[in-house]
């Protein structure tokens, strides 16, 4: 049985996302050429990724010539506002402490992270 799509960007996929967002609307060519050599990306593997992208609705396409252009249909920040809802529903039952807490306890922060969090809680207690 095929597993069933998901919205959710894979790395593969975030690797090509990425590179349309820095350089905005690329052939596939162009994009196979951005991206890191380790990557080992054959065009029709990028092309296939391409593909499925605009699928999920990530990317659009026009077609100039006989290139198709690709670009990003949904801005970084959407992007990145949907894969934090998916982590907060997934692994912290939606609960955004939850989340801020498994980061304090796992993760080394320098003085400078840890001013500037006090700074977003002392304004979003602001809004409150």
């Known amino acids: ?3 069933p799509k998901s919205s959710s960007l894979t790395s593969a996929e975030l690797r090509l996302m ?3 967002w820095l350089k905005g609307p690329s052939s596939v060519a162009e ?3 951005a991206l890191p050599l380790e990557t080992g990306l054959a065009y029709s593997t990028v ?3 391409l593909r499925i992208l605009e699928d999920k609705g990530y990317l659009k396409h026009e077609k100039q010539g006989r290139a198709f ?4 249909a949904v801005e970084r920040e959407t992007a990145q506002r ?3 809802t998916q982590l907060l529903t997934r692994f912290f039952g939606g609960k955004p402490e939850l989340l801020v807490q498994n980061l304090l306890d796992n993760e080394e922060l320098s003085e ?3 001013h500037r969090l006090r700074e977003l809680i ?3 207690e602001g809004r409150l």
Request: aromatic share 4%.
């Open 1 to 3: 049985m095929a597993r």
């Open 18 to 20: 990425d590179v349309l």
């Open 31 to 33: 994009v196979a050429d």
């Open 47 to 49: 092309l296939t990724t």
């Open 69 to 72: 252009i690709y670009s990003a």
């Open 82 to 84: 949907s894969a934090l």
């Open 112 to 114: 400078a992270e840890i």
């Open 122 to 124: 002392a304004k979003q």
